[in-house]
């Protein structure tokens, strides 16, 4: 297991870039910590296999370097990484049995014969193909051939990464539960350092210590689950991580308060912003009423969702949602909404500032 650390990191397809909007990369600098599983997640097309595929070795960065345990590696073939790839889709050789494929990584370094039996049995287990072990993989589903690419991607125990992009996409739902959770385990017996690429914040969100989340090529926030739901660090991690994601209301700031059309909300603690500014405030920390202080509101449509109600509603133009408890009734005179202090958090041009005026959480 390795620390990989990004050194001014950024990629470009380009031969020469000339601007921001040029890197598919934006420049990063990180450490990942060695045997934590990480999950690197953001919308189709922000960087996520860039990323990947640098750390893994598949393309060389334009820019910057990448470090395992301290090693510059920039230069060093995918093979001399000693690294685990699983793709978005299955990789299997085609005339080998489902053990013999499972094997393979094993085998072509040489392992001995009996420790191969042993891991390719608790493997096949794992992936739940035991019975199949002897099968060849033609004539598979594509489902059951992903989970041989899964299951030799974590047949060695010697690697220093394990990356995985979007791996469980052709994995029928229950079974993509399955192996998350056998995932999680393995992180958890092995400590292997893992990157999971995914745009499925459910996903990322289950499996990972801490979360990337990845915006326009740029790196927005690292952070635990808890993090990123308490203090998002941009509008973005408000919005693609919750459900509903964050609400954004425009704001002007004035120390401690903040003024959202007519209305007056004590922020909790001074702030001093230039920019745009906007109050965040997730749909779990809106107080729904009728009178009182706070932003003048109507109710548009009430969902159950089963563990919860979402309620939609109609706050000067703008959409907003507010969550209620599954047996919370939603009077009908509701006609303002208020926010929990505790769930504001306060954003200059899409990035949170912190109370003290600082403009915090801005990724590298
Ligand atoms: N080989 C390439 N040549 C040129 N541009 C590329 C190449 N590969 C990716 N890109 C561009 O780089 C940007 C980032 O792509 P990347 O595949 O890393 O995103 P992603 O987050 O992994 O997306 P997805 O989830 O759709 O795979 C995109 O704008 C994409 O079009």
């Given at each position: 297991?390795?620390?990989?650390?990004?050194?001014?990191?950024?990629?470009?397809?380009?031969?020469?870039?000339?601007?921001?909007?040029?890197?598919?990369?934006?420049?990063?600098?990180?450490?990942?910590?060695?045997?934590?599983?990480?999950?690197?997640?953001?919308?189709?097309?922000?960087?996520?296999?860039?990323?990947?595929?640098?750390?893994?070795?598949?393309?060389?960065?334009?820019?910057?370097?990448?470090?395992?345990?301290?090693?510059?590696?920039?230069?060093?073939?995918?093979?001399?990484?000693?690294?685990?790839?699983?793709?978005?889709?299955?990789?299997?050789?085609?005339?080998?049995?489902?053990?013999?494929?499972?094997?393979?990584?094993?085998?072509?370094?040489?392992?001995?014969?009996?420790?191969?039996?042993?891991?390719?049995?608790?493997?096949?287990?794992?992936?739940?193909?035991?019975?199949?072990?002897?099968?060849?993989?033609?004539?598979?589903?594509?489902?059951?051939?992903?989970?041989?690419?899964?299951?030799?991607?974590?047949?060695?125990?010697?690697?220093?990464?394990?990356?995985?992009?979007?791996?469980?996409?052709?994995?029928?739902?229950?079974?993509?539960?399955?192996?998350?959770?056998?995932?999680?385990?393995?992180?958890?017996?092995?400590?292997?350092?893992?990157?999971?690429?995914?745009?499925?914040?459910?996903?990322?969100?289950?499996?990972?210590?801490?979360?990337?989340?990845?915006?326009?090529?740029?790196?927005?926030?690292?952070?635990?689950?808890?993090?990123?739901?308490?203090?998002?660090?941009?509008?973005?991690?408000?919005?693609?991580?919750?459900?509903?994601?964050?609400?954004?209301?425009?704001?002007?700031?004035?120390?401690?308060?903040?003024?959202?059309?007519?209305?007056?909300?004590?922020?909790?603690?001074?702030?001093?912003a230039p920019g745009r500014t906007q109050i965040g405030v997730r749909p779990?920390?809106?107080?729904?009423?009728?009178?009182?202080?706070?932003?003048?509101?109507?109710?548009?449509?009430?969902?159950?969702?089963?563990?919860?109600?979402?309620?939609?509603?109609?706050?000067?133009?703008?959409?907003?949602?507010?969550?209620?408890?599954?047996?919370?009734?939603?009077?009908?005179?509701?006609?303002?909404?208020?926010?929990?202090?505790?769930?504001?958090?306060?954003?200059?041009?899409?990035?949170?500032?912190?109370?003290?005026?600082?403009?915090?959480?801005?990724?590298?």
């Amino acid at each position: 297991m390795a620390k990989i650390t990004l050194d001014n990191l950024a990629h470009s397809y380009l031969p020469n870039p000339t601007g921001p909007d040029d890197y598919a990369l934006k420049e990063l600098n990180h450490d990942w910590t060695d045997g934590e599983a990480y999950a690197l997640l953001g919308a189709s097309g922000c960087g996520k296999s860039t990323l990947l595929n640098i750390i893994s070795g598949l393309l060389r960065p334009s820019h910057g370097r990448v470090l395992f345990d301290g090693h510059d590696i920039t230069d060093a073939p995918t093979a001399e990484r000693n690294i685990a790839q699983v793709f978005q889709f299955p990789v299997v050789y085609d005339t080998m049995t489902v053990r013999e494929n499972l094997a393979f990584p094993l085998k072509n370094r040489g392992h001995d014969a009996a420790e191969i039996a042993r891991r390719v049995q608790k493997v096949g287990a794992m992936i739940d193909m035991e019975a199949e072990l002897d099968r060849k993989a033609r004539g598979l589903t594509a489902d059951a051939k992903q989970k041989i690419s899964l299951g030799r991607g974590m047949v060695r125990e010697d690697v220093n990464a394990l990356l995985f992009d979007e791996p469980l996409t052709v994995i029928d739902p229950h079974m993509k539960w399955e192996l998350r959770t056998q995932l999680k385990k393995l992180h958890h017996d092995f400590g292997h350092t893992m990157i999971y690429v995914t745009h499925d914040q459910t996903e990322a969100l289950t499996f990972a210590d801490k979360v990337v989340v990845m915006y326009d090529g740029r790196v927005v926030q690292i952070g635990t689950p808890q993090e990123l739901f308490e203090r998002p660090a941009h509008t973005f991690v408000g919005y693609f991580i919750g459900s509903p994601g964050m609400n954004l209301f425009d704001a002007t700031l004035d120390g401690r308060v903040g003024r959202v059309g007519e209305a007056v909300i004590d922020l909790g603690g001074h702030y001093e912003a230039p920019g745009r500014t906007q109050i965040g405030v997730r749909p779990e920390f809106i107080r729904l009423q009728s009178g009182g202080d706070g932003l003048p509101a109507r109710v548009t449509r009430v969902e159950d969702v089963g563990r919860h109600k979402i309620v939609r509603l109609d706050v000067m133009g703008t959409e907003i949602s507010a969550i209620a408890g599954e047996g919370d009734a939603i009077p009908a005179d509701i006609d303002r909404i208020g926010f929990a202090p505790e769930g504001i958090n306060v954003y200059a041009d899409d990035w949170r500032v912190a109370p003290s005026g600082a403009t915090a959480g801005k990724a590298a």
